[in-house]
């Protein structure tokens, strides 16, 4: 970093705020408490001393409330609920450690009181593995992220457990490496969670599954000692689902970076491509991947996407190399691919197939659930398995697998099917029937986790199975290490999940899936969701694939990873309120309504969902049901009373000043927002002065100039903004307005969004063009209206706010601006455009230090680039960053950059807002700080 690698820090949260109406006072400062029930604790093993023990050990970072136990007791895999509760799937309490010391003792407290430990990742993966099977604690490696080592000589890494595989090779391109292979699930799942299922992905067919690629494990046994497994020894971890102790340090074999080649194939049959790799093998062509698609999936994911990629009718095949191995590969695969009747496809299908190998559950539109099975198979067989299980199943399985090695394939299997018809347990049993035909194969499950237990012989072997037994007796003699899991009730006579081997093996059995299963997992027929949402919203809530991808880029989640505050949270949070089985309460609308719209969730959602907009629409929907944010409530008092945020008489007298010209009446009208025109005033004086300047006309609202209603829509107060919509059109439409320009992200955002649905609700027309005035200052740099006369020396970074950019795509033109000015040079942020990070300050309403964790994380990418300002064109993000930086006292300030271009204009004065921005913050805090969701007229 460019401060010497010291790391910011704040004195106290960061954020903005104005005037308290009294009433609000004494409401808003009462916190939510989430330990104050036990919510009917699962086991009762976790007994109220217990709890405390916890509570002093994690202190913050433990939880036992109601929505937090609900949200750790599922993983993806969507299980019908009678088959659900023939185990205890609701953990007692969840704890985040942070050290594995705090493993240790966590560890020392269960065996004590022989309470269950249940490892979590990123529960990324459907067999139940990271579900609770006899209640006890979840243990959520979340926070244990960091990348300890990286050896470039050994090419070894050494990770925490709950490293995200994405985040994991973003860091070791930085250094010239890369990772040997990783998962197809890797934007969410973990490498400890990947080490202790084991399995294949990207980069297996030269290096493997994962156990062929670790080098060590350390592991905190069931008597709280680590241990170190290595070579022969990690047959003890890989595949053991955390049954043999609580994975604290992993150590990867890695490689050097190279460039990727990707070849996308179409084949008329999956006989075609089978023989392909036959002679691959033969001829020992050096390929890095291979993965694969049959005709039916392809159809399925052109059908979701709506992008066709592939001929119809065709399968498809990924071979992928390193660049590298070009001489050694290319021209022999080409001919043994066209030897075999495939063809292959352009350059821009094979990089969009690339590019798209995180998303196999696109398809997932088209469910809106699925019924998955996975399995693998030897590459010889995998024409006759897939073969079998069309006719077994109608062809409603649809295949994509990827190859393990030369000799064998892990292929993954999608019915699409819809959990809330009460015939989807059946439908949930076909799995069971495609599992079960690939030992006719040569073939084996994927993964026993919690539901295909009584395939460990199959898996392990006899032998191999008792070996294991007999080492996990010795290393978790109390059997509080994930039970349930692997071991069947067979071997494992104490295993919680006897009843639930006894109904799968029912339906397995020849007691007819149309009878004795359909009659155990819940019947036919047609369902009624108990709870009520706006149809797109309750669909959606079902097709979130649950893979936790939004997880690893949520800017709420980030500063506190619990489940309650990722988007995939929230939507397993309505989908239990639909199907009847959760009441909205305060509890459950404050995990609803902590999100700061920053829309990030939705530039990674695997199957394309609109969340951040859904989001919005929530909080009017909780308000109707009555519920608000006491912060908002606040706000809302303000607005009506003064017309702006702040509870400020007249704002305009902030910034106005006798040297800007403006109309009454005209086409064009600037609105400068009420952040812009009282906490930083030099946005709308910088903003008026170059339109004066480079001859532009506009009008100004002045004493009509009120607020756009967004703290309205952010509290859900629907009349309250309809009123502001109404009031705002008439005085617009009076003055002959037809475009209007906007400085504030949050005002366009919200006339570009909300305005036009509003307006015809109302019976109005609304004709305005609305345009930020980033893009306005590109046109006029670019017609030529816009002299640079005085060069700026400086290194400059931008920051990309939300409501312009994931919103609208607003990213080049504020880049062409700065570029354009004499001396500026422009240094990128590690996380820049689309996924730039967001400044944090929505989170006020809900946590402020969220606030501080976001604008420190910024603070800290900016100085990273040694730039001498972070550029900003929000005044709300240029508050939080300006105040963040003078907190820590960074070696960065922040600049509008409206500052930068009047400054090269020649414009003078260019107010310094930093004495503005710390008076607001400071008053901000005081309102804000104790901000809560509460039901309306309570006190």
């Not at 909780?622 to 912060?631: A, D, I, P, S, W």
């Not at 109005?764 to 893009?775: M, Q």
């Not at 400086?794 to 062409?816: L, M």
């Not at 020649?906 to 039901?935: H, K």
């Amino acid at each position: 970093m460019a401060n010497g690698g010291k790391e910011l820090a704040l004195t106290g949260p960061v954020f903005l705020v104005p005037i308290i109406p009294a009433k609000f006072k004494k409401v808003m400062s009462r916190k939510r408490n989430q330990q104050t029930k036990l919510l009917g604790v699962g086991t009762l093993a976790v007994n109220r001393v217990l709890l405390e023990k916890l509570s002093s050990l994690f202190g913050e970072r433990v939880r036992w409330d109601k929505v937090e136990r609900l949200l750790y007791s599922h993983d993806l895999g969507v299980i019908p609920g009678p088959v659900k509760r023939t185990i205890n799937s609701s953990p007692d309490a969840v704890v985040q450690p942070v050290s594995a010391d705090e493993v240790k003792e966590l560890v020392k407290l269960a065996a004590a009181e022989k309470v269950p430990l249940v490892p979590r990742g990123s529960a990324s993966a459907g067999y139940g593995g990271a579900v609770p099977a006899a209640g006890g604690i979840v243990v959520d490696f979340t926070r244990m992220n960091r990348v300890l080592k990286v050896d470039p000589v050994q090419q070894t890494v050494t990770v925490e457990p709950g490293v995200v595989w994405a985040h994991l090779e973003e860091e070791l391109h930085k250094q010239g490496l890369m990772l040997r292979l990783y998962p197809t699930s890797a934007p969410g799942s973990t490498v400890a969670g990947w080490v202790a299922q084991g399995g294949a992905g990207v980069g297996s067919f030269a290096y493997g599954t994962i156990a062929d690629n670790v080098v060590e494990v350390k592991l905190v046994d069931g008597r709280g000692e680590i241990r170190s497994f290595s070579g022969e020894d990690l047959q003890y971890v890989n595949y053991m689902e955390g049954t043999t102790g609580l994975i604290v340090e992993v150590t990867l074999r890695i490689r050097s970076l190279q460039a990727v080649v990707p070849v996308a194939v179409a084949f008329d049959s999956i006989q075609q491509f089978r023989d392909v790799m036959l002679e691959v093998r033969q001829e020992k062509l050096p390929l890095w991947s291979v993965s694969f698609q049959t005709a039916n999936y392809v159809a399925l994911m052109a059908e979701a996407t709506g992008e066709k990629i592939v001929p119809s009718g065709k399968n498809l095949a990924l071979f992928v190399y390193t660049a590298d191995k070009t001489e050694a590969v290319l021209e022999p695969l080409k001919e043994i691919i066209m030897r075999h009747g495939g063809r292959i496809l352009s350059e821009d299908a094979a990089r969009h197939e690339w590019e798209n190998r995180y998303y196999p559950m696109r398809i997932k539109k088209k469910g809106p659930s699925l019924i998955a099975a996975e399995v693998i198979v030897p590459i010889e067989r995998v024409p006759d398995f897939l073969e079998a299980v069309a006719k077994k199943k109608n062809g409603e399985f649809a295949f994509e697998g990827t190859l393990n090695g030369p000799e064998e394939a892990t292929l993954l299997g999608f019915m699409l099917a819809d959990e809330r018809k009460k015939n989807f347990p059946l439908a949930y049993s076909a799995s069971l029937a495609v599992a079960d035909l690939a030992p006719k194969y040569g073939g084996r499950v994927y993964s026993l986790g919690m539901y295909f237990t009584d395939a460990a012989v199959q898996h392990f072997g006899g032998d191999g199975l008792k070996e294991l037994w007999e080492k996990k007796q010795e290393l978790d003699p109390q059997g509080i290490l994930n039970p349930g899991k692997v071991f069947p009730p067979s071997v494992d006579a104490k295993s919680p999940v006897k009843a639930l081997n006894t109904a799968i093996n029912m339906a397995r059995k020849g007691q007819s899936l149309l009878g004795a299963a359909s009659k155990l997992l819940g019947g036919m027929g047609g369902g009624r969701l108990a709870g009520e949402l706006p149809e797109e919203m309750a669909e959606h809530a079902f097709i979130c694939a649950q893979c936790g991808y939004c997880r690893s880029t949520c800017t709420v989640f980030d500063a506190q990873p619990w489940e309650s505050n990722s988007p995939r949270g929230k939507w397993y949070i309505l989908t239990e309120y639909l199907k009847g089985n959760l009441s909205i309460d305060e509890e459950v609308a404050s995990s609803l309504l902590f999100c700061t719209t920053c829309k990030k969730c939705d530039v990674i959602c695997q199957t394309d969902l609109p969340i951040a907009e859904h989001w919005l629409h929530m909080r009017f929907l909780l308000n109707k049901m009555g519920y608000e944010v006491t912060g908002l409530a606040a706000v809302r008092e303000n607005v009506i009373k003064s017309g702006n945020f702040w509870g400020v008489p007249d704002k305009a007298e902030i910034w106005l000043r006798e040297d800007i010209v403006f109309k009454d009446h005209g086409p064009i009208a600037y609105w400068p927002g009420c952040w812009a025109s009282i906490v930083m005033p030099n946005m709308a004086q910088n903003i008026t002065r170059i339109l004066n300047k480079a001859g532009v006309e506009f009008v100004y609202l002045n004493k009509d100039d009120g607020c756009c209603g967004l703290y309205h829509a952010l509290g859900g107060y629907e009349k309250d903004f309809a009123e502001l919509v109404k009031t705002n059109y008439r005085r617009l439409k009076e003055r002959g307005v037809k475009t209007l320009l906007l400085s504030c992200p949050g005002c366009f955002a919200t006339f570009m969004e909300n305005y036009p649905a509003t307006a015809r609700a109302l019976g109005l027309e609304w004709d305005i063009e609305t345009k930020h005035i980033l893009v306005f200052l590109d046109e006029l740099v670019t017609a030529g209206k816009i002299q640079f006369t005085k060069p700026i020396e400086a290194k400059v970074t931008y920051h990309d706010s939300c409501h312009v950019g994931r919103w609208f795509g607003i990213y080049e033109e504020p880049r062409r601006v700065l570029k354009a000015i004499p001396g500026i040079e422009l240094i990128e942020m590690e996380h820049n455009r689309e996924n730039a990070l967001c400044c944090g300050l929505v989170a006020a309403f809900n946590s402020m230090p969220s606030v501080a964790h976001a604008g420190t994380r910024r603070i800290q990418e900016a100085v990273a680039t040694g730039a001498q300002y972070v550029v900003t064109n929000c005044a709300g993000c240029g508050s939080q960053l300006n105040a963040t930086s003078t907190a820590a006292n960074a070696p960065i300030k922040q600049k509008d950059i409206t500052d930068l271009v009047a400054e090269a204009m020649g414009i003078e004065p260019v107010l310094d807002p930093t004495e503005s921005v710390g008076r607001y913050m400071q008053a901000a805090v005081e309102l804000l700080s104790a901000s809560s969701v509460r039901r309306k007229g309570k006190k």
